[in-house]
């Protein structure tokens, strides 16, 4: 079920820059959290550290009951807003 409009965002380390994930958000607003179902393409080792530099950039959630990765503030930024 969508809310809103939908984009696929690149979500890159904020320490040296590297791909994180290529990710579907769906409505506006900050990234807090992305849902596992929801990232297309994932160039970590699922660790939720970046593989470059190795800062953890995310931790284990369960949101609306589904299985997501909470976004540690500050620790990654957004590249690209292609609305699909």
């Given at each position: 079920?969508?809310?809103?409009?939908?984009?696929?965002?690149d979500?890159?380390?904020s320490?040296c820059q590297?791909?994180?994930y290529?990710?579907r958000?769906?409505?506006?607003?900050?990234?807090?959290k992305?849902?596992?179902?929801?990232i297309l393409?994932d160039?970590?080792k699922?660790?939720?550290?970046c593989?470059?530099?190795?800062q953890?950039?995310?931790r284990?959630a369960?949101?609306?009951?589904r299985p997501?990765?909470?976004?540690?503030?500050?620790?990654?930024?957004i590249?690209g807003?292609v609305?699909k």
């Open positions: 079920m969508t809310k809103g409009n939908v984009y696929t965002i979500i890159h380390c320490k590297s791909k994180l290529r990710y958000k769906e409505g506006g607003g900050k990234l807090v992305c849902y596992k179902d929801m393409e160039n970590t699922g660790d939720l550290d593989q470059q530099c190795g953890e950039f995310a284990d369960v949101i609306h009951n997501a990765n909470k976004i540690i503030q500050g620790k990654v930024f590249r807003h609305k």
